[in-house]
């Protein structure tokens, strides 16, 4: 069984169907890079897993936690999505970090409240992971006086400070000057290697190409193809695949 396994989701916003019945399971350690057009719900259906949207229909089993989409928001279901969140690491576009907060605190924040870790132990942990992602110059700094990508680097430590099962990203490097795009991109391709389990929403196609052991094309809310890198890159078989590989190639 997979970390991950997602069965029929579907989202609408009004009588718009956004999610059309997505199925996907995540094995450990697998790297899934999801790709396709502005509007194909890629962005939606990462939200949707954590329930920051929620899905109209389906079933979401993350790690132990299993929530049937649509139901009752009754105590013991929200109890779950909680428990559910805690495993689930989330990076946006957008890096969310508490502008009052240095970059220590930032990542300190989330063990202390969520999980009630001691103050000594968090900022043990936040050091090490600002470290790890290249910040342990940095600890001491205010968001203002990070570069974009530094930010997003914090928000990526901050995720993992909870010792989540899976990270998931939705087009991290999509608000970053193209310079740096690569510090933030090499900081995902190092967690790839030690076994993270991640689901990547990227436009990135040469880092798509690098990192992912399998690459979904998603569009008009479904999974219209999904293979490896090079099959999917080299070999499309769908025509709605290959004219959009065609386009952001050029």
Do not use: W
């Not at 530094?150 to 990526?156: D, P, S, Y």
Request: proline content about 4%.
């Amino acid at each position: 069984m997979g970390v991950i396994q997602i069965e029929n989701l579907q989202k609408k916003f009004g009588d718009n169907a956004v999610l059309r019945g997505v199925d996907l399971t995540v094995d450990k350690s697998e790297v899934v890079v999801i790709m396709g057009p502005s509007g194909s719900g890629k962005s939606t259906f990462l939200r949707c897993l954590t329930f920051l949207e929620e899905p109209c229909d389906g079933i979401i089993h993350i790690g132990d936690y299993k929530v049937n989409a649509g139901g009752k928001l009754d105590r013991s279901r929200r109890q779950t999505i909680r428990e559910l969140r805690k495993k689930t690491g989330f990076v946006f576009q957008s890096f969310n970090l508490f502008p009052h907060k240095t970059a220590l605190e930032n990542v300190m924040e989330g063990p202390i409240v969520i999980h009630g870790a001691k103050p000594d132990e968090a900022r043990k942990r936040a050091e090490e992971l600002l470290i790890k992602v290249g910040l342990g110059d940095r600890c001491n700094h205010y968001p203002a006086q990070l570069s974009g990508g530094q930010q997003q680097r914090v928000a990526i430590a901050r995720s993992l400070s909870l010792n989540p099962t899976v990270m998931l990203y939705d087009e991290p490097t999509s608000a970053l000057d193209p310079e740096l795009v690569r510090e933030v991109l090499q900081v995902i391709k190092d967690l790839a290697r030690e076994g993270m389990t991640m689901v990547i929403v990227t436009h990135e196609m040469n880092f798509a190409k690098e990192v992912a052991d399998r690459v979904i094309f998603m569009d008009g809310g479904v999974i219209i193809e999904q293979g490896t890198a090079k099959e999917i890159f080299e070999h499309p078989k769908e025509e709605r695949t290959k004219k959009f590989l065609t386009m952001v190639e050029e």
